[in-house]
């Protein structure tokens, strides 16, 4: 008896993201799905899973070049690429159909939406730990919306040095300035 199964993915995609923009891709009439993702550039490309009403950021991350990794999307996100440098990216991506594995749903974590603002004429290389590792362009503001107690990092000479932990503390909207955060934390009085 011979039984043969039924591929559920669809083709290998390939999409080359112009400079400085971001591209959703939605499929309305899945119930969710996984993507398999390679990045094919030579700089690191942004990965993320939003929410389709509010455009809150879900789950994402910095994907390496050359590197490739996957992402579920629920049926009320889209994914999302983004390619914050001066040069193209390409990117290659499947699309698995099907509903991904129910999480439990715990209690929500608060969250907190405000700017990450870099007022140097710097670009500045964040670690946001479990969401993504952004880099803000010099004389630029970048919109994020971090769960209470999100740690935001800065790699210096190898090492991790802890700028700030966001808190129900800053109002919602407002601006942090990142170089100001630098200095307190290289100036910092053990």
Same mark, same amino acid.
């Given at each position: ?12 995609? &390939?999409?080359?993201?112009?400079? /400085? ?6 499929y309305?009439?899945?119930k ?9 550039? /030579?700089?690191?490309?942004? @990965? ?5 009403? =509010? ?38 991506? &499947?699309?698995? /159909? ?20 870099? =007022? &140097? ?9 479990g969401?993504?590792?952004? =880099? ?7 919109? @994020? ?21 966001? =808190?129900?503390?800053?109002p ?19």
């Open positions: 008896m011979i039984l043969f199964a039924q591929k559920r993915e669809l083709a290998k995609s &390939t999409l080359v993201l112009p400079p /400085k923009q971001v591209v959703v891709i939605d309305p009439n899945y969710g799905f996984r993507v398999k993702v390679w990045n094919k550039a /030579k700089f690191e490309l942004g @990965v993320s899973a939003r929410n389709k009403e =509010t455009d809150s950021l879900q789950k994402g991350f910095g994907l390496d070049k050359g590197a490739s990794a996957s992402l579920s999307v629920e049926e009320d996100m889209c994914l999302q690429f983004e390619n914050r440098f001066f040069a193209p990216l390409k990117v290659e991506y &499947t699309i698995f /159909k099907g509903k991904p594995a129910k999480k439990k749903i715990g209690a929500l974590t608060p969250q907190r939406g405000f700017y990450l603002v870099n =007022t &140097t004429a710097q670009a500045i290389p964040l670690k946001i730990p969401v993504m590792n952004p =880099t803000l362009s010099a004389f630029s503001k970048s919109g @994020v919306d971090l769960p209470i107690g999100q740690k935001i990092l800065l790699s210096v000479a190898g090492k991790d040095l802890l700028l700030f932990t966001v =808190t129900d503390s800053i919602k909207g407002s601006g942090v300035n990142v170089a100001d955060l630098i200095d307190r934390a290289l100036n910092k009085k053990d």
